[in-house]
């Protein structure tokens, strides 16, 4: 599979927010084992903080990851976030499982300025439900946020 293109002339540097799309490879269901997608999350969150990102909502589903992030200063360079987290992630996989964790490359979208954070996050909550995984994102295990709660994420929803 070759690489999604990255938006032509944009740097990816500095207080943006991007919504985050990684793929196992061959979509592989590895994270219905739970215990994996929690690693996973610990490790986001390790190189968000590290990268200078707020990670605004995650879900973590069978065969792929969501995040919703935020640069939190002038020089937050999602690029290598992104290359950081998912090599510390897919080194961890191929530790205990003896194979690659990622598809090459990831989907991003830049938020518009006048788009909600907020409406994005529950969208992505919102994912497992939508899967017919479960009838409430509550009852789901890999998802949630850094910036609100459970219960202010489920207001609309």
Known sequence: MSRPPRVRGFDYVGCQRYFLTFCTIQR???FLDTSIGSAVVVIFRQDARQRQFAILAYCVMPDHAHLLVEGTA??????RFVKRAKQRTGQ?????????LWQEGYYDRVLRAD???IAVARYI????????????PEEYPLLGSDVWSLRELLGSI
């Open 74 to 79: 002038p020089t937050s360079d999602l690029r």
């Open 28 to 30: 592989q269901t590895t």
């Open 92 to 100: 961890m996989h191929r530790r205990l499982a003896g194979r690659p």
């Open 115 to 117: 788009e909600q954070s």
């Open 125 to 136: 909550i919102a994912n497992p439900v939508r899967a017919g995984l479960v009838s409430s």
